[in-house]
Nanobody
Framework: QVQLVQSGGGLVQAGGSLRLSCAAS????????MGWFRQAPGKEREFVGA????????YNRDSVQRRFTISRDNSKSTVFLQMNSLKAEDTAVYFCAADLRLSVREDEYAYWGQGTQVTVSS
């Protein structure tokens, strides 16, 4: 059974930083691309960024470029989302996802984490 367990969300002031983690089990982690998505209140879920199994990265340039960084530790089957210079508009529930291929589309990810709330106060 595949599980993606997220941690690291919370409340932070604008300009601050948070790091989200997503620990995977039940799959061969090194064979999977990992994505991050977020959903703000009243909005559709949007792509944040993703990292391929060979450490190629893609980001939502309009929203998070140069502020967010995705990394992975295959020895721990964990992917991270480092978020710096946070803004109020980054407030959302953040989700990690896994699939064999990197994609910016949420419907192409097979497995999902439970979501974690990030709230940025202005």
């Amino acid at each position: 059974q595949v599980q993606l367990v997220q941690s690291g969300g919370g409340l932070v002031q604008a300009g601050g930083s948070l790091r989200l983690s997503c620990a995977a089990s039940g799959l061969t982690f090194g064979s999977y691309a990992m994505g991050w998505f977020r959903q703000a209140p009243g909005k559709e879920r949007e792509f944040v960024g993703a990292i391929s199994r060979s450490n190629g990265r893609a980001y939502n340039r309009d929203s998070v470029q140069r502020r967010f960084t995705i990394s992975r530790d295959n020895s721990k089957s964990t992917v991270f989302l480092q978020m710096n210079s946070l803004k109020a508009e980054d407030t959302a529930v953040y989700f990690c996802a896994a699939d064999l291929r990197l994609s910016v589309r949420e419907d192409e990810y097979a497995y999902w984490g439970q979501g974690t709330q990030v709230t940025v106060s202005s």
